[in-house]
């Protein structure tokens, strides 16, 4: 029986292995083999579009990938074309800039014709490859600006150019406030805007709102005993120390700080400058004006364009305890006020060049509007005896303060404030005494009630050989002293007006394409 059922058990198990094995080999389901058969064939196709497609976009990709770099490789190459047309449209500027350090009046680029003017531009192997044209504009009458157009161009490629165009001047004497040649003081009292410089030392116990320099390291200041003191140093307490101590920050009484030593300008060369302003007076465009043979003369500005001319017949005379020892003690003192004058002409135009030369001592006041006027005074030959001032005892006015309108005052002697003077007074212009002093002859208060005056206001420069100052510390003088400097004056200062150096300098740039 046992044996009946294992070999049962054999067979049973050995038909259930080979059900197995044919279940294994033949599917389930019949039909699944036809369905896979049929689906293998859409998605062939679908990958066959979805190949096209990618390569489709990969060729539009790559194709704009192909514009994009040579579009930059162009737009690299075109700005390294810009870049160097730039160059050589500033070397153009830098070209002409050179030329007016040799020549500063030329501005015909040495051809005496009018431009443009056209320069080669050569590379390092001396082969042209551009070229730059200049045009010159000259400055206009009274001013010292000159503006040049520079065009660089391409040998290679005509539709490439690039604009430059600057302004350019010699700075003037007028970049300062004030400058002397001379040991000068500041009293209490005094306030500057503008640069302040002297030759000598400066005491200031004022407030000034710029750079206060001198051209000296130490000095011995002449007010008072002592040791040498700063260059420029204030006596405002607390006191300066003495050098060679360190300069301490003084912003109450020097706002933007003080500079020692620095170079000295040259008033020299304003002896040649007076001659000059002679010679272009007498000319058809000037006006000039001779020996009065009385005390001098006296203009009066006016709005419309024209002056009136005085001859001055007759000064104020000093009494004796008034006059007792000024004249030993200041030579050429005296009250420099007119007491009779004599109308000599009226509504004389105000010349085309705009220069009016007096060759005796000359009294100005009155106002102008739109004009721009040099007015100076002096004798030839140059003799210290009898060297001619510039009087001032009443107002100067502008009507414009912005450049329109430049009065410069260029006495051979001094620029003095007379006795008689305005208790207020402003004085619109750029004054400038050549071998003297620029302010006011100490007065003793038995001189009358105008030994102490009120308030001085003054509008544009200052520069005074000699020391200057308008008050004394016991009351003489004006009492408050406001000095503004006029900016204009730098780069458009009044017709030939001096300078402090034959090179130019930019004032403006701009880059028209």
């Known amino acids: 029986m046992s044996k009946y059922r294992r070999e049962d058990i054999g067979n049973r198990v050995q038909g259930a292995g080979k059900v197995l094995r044919n279940s294994l080999l033949q599917p389930i389901y019949p039909e699944h083999r036809r369905r896979t058969t049929y689906n293998l064939q859409p998605r062939k196709a679908q990958l066959s579009i979805q190949v096209l497609l990618v390569g489709f976009v990969t060729s539009i990709v790559l194709s704009g990938l192909v514009v994009w770099v040579d579009s930059h490789v162009r737009s690299v190459g075109r700005a390294e074309l810009n870049s160097l047309a730039f160059a050589i449209a500033e070397s153009g500027v830098e070209y002409y ?15 005496g014709e009018e431009g443009p003017y056209t320069h080669p531009y050569y590379d390092k192997n001396g082969e042209k490859i551009g070229e730059f044209e200049l045009e010159i504009t000259a400055p206009a009458t009274g001013s010292s600006i000159i503006t040049i157009r520079s065009i660089g161009k391409i040998e290679s490629v005509s539709s490439i150019e690039k604009i430059i165009e600057v302004q350019m001047a010699p700075a ?15 009293g209490e009292g005094t306030e500057v805007y503008g640069q302040l410089h002297s030759n000598g030392g400066i005491r200031f116990d004022g407030l000034a709102y710029n750079i206060v320099s001198s051209a000296k390291e130490d000095y011995n200041d002449p007010d008072h005993d002592g040791s040498n003191e700063f260059g420029v140093h204030t006596h405002i307490s607390p006191l300066d120390p003495n050098p060679p101590t360190s300069t ?45 043979n009385k005390y001098g ?3 009066v500005l006016k709005t419309n364009g024209t002056f009136d001319l005085y001859e001055v017949t007759k000064l104020e005379q000093e009494s004796y305890a008034c006059r007792k020892d000024m004249e030993d003690e200041q030579p050429g003192w005296g009250k420099w006020s007119p007491q009779q004058t004599s109308l000599e002409e009226s509504g004389i135009d105000y ?29 030839f030959p140059d003799n210290p005896s009898t060297r001619a001032n510039i009087i001032l005892n009443e107002n100067i006015d502008y009507n414009n303060f912005d450049g329109t309108d430049s009065l410069a005052l260029f006495a051979q002697n ?6 008689d003077s305005a208790d207020d007074l402003e004085i619109d212009a750029a004054v400038i005494a050549q071998q003297g002093f620029v302010g006011r002859y100490y007065y003793r208060q038995v001189c009358g009630a105008n030994y102490s005056q009120n308030s001085i ?3 544009g420069m200052i520069a005074s050989n000699k020391r200057y100052g308008f008050a004394y510390t016991d009351g003489s003088g004006y ?35």
């Open 297 to 299: 003369w006296e203009i």
């Open 479 to 513: 009492q408050y002293r406001t000095i503004t400097y006029d900016g204009n004056l730098l780069y458009a200062p009044p017709p030939n007006f001096p300078t402090t150096g034959s090179q130019y300098e930019i004032i403006s740039w701009e880059e028209i394409k």
């Open 414 to 419: 001094n620029i003095l404030v007379g006795f």
């Open 248 to 292: 301490p920050v003084r912003t109450d009484v020097f706002v933007a700080g003080r500079r020692f030593p620095v170079p000295a300008i040259d008033f020299d060369s304003l002896t040649q400058d007076l001659a000059n302003l002679k010679s272009l007076a007498t000319s058809t465009d000037g006006y000039y004006v001779g020996d009065s």
């Open 172 to 186: 003037s004497l007028a970049r300062f406030a004030v400058i002397s040649n001379s040991d000068v003081r500041f």
């Open 351 to 379: 010349p085309d060049n705009g220069i009016i030369f007096v060759e005796d001592d000359l009294w100005v006041r009155g106002e102008i509007d739109g004009a721009r006027l040099t007015i100076a005074s002096g004798r």
């Open 97 to 111: 800039r050179w030329h007016l350090a040799h020549d500063p009046n030329d501005f015909q680029d040495g051809t």
């Open 457 to 459: 206001d003054t509008f």
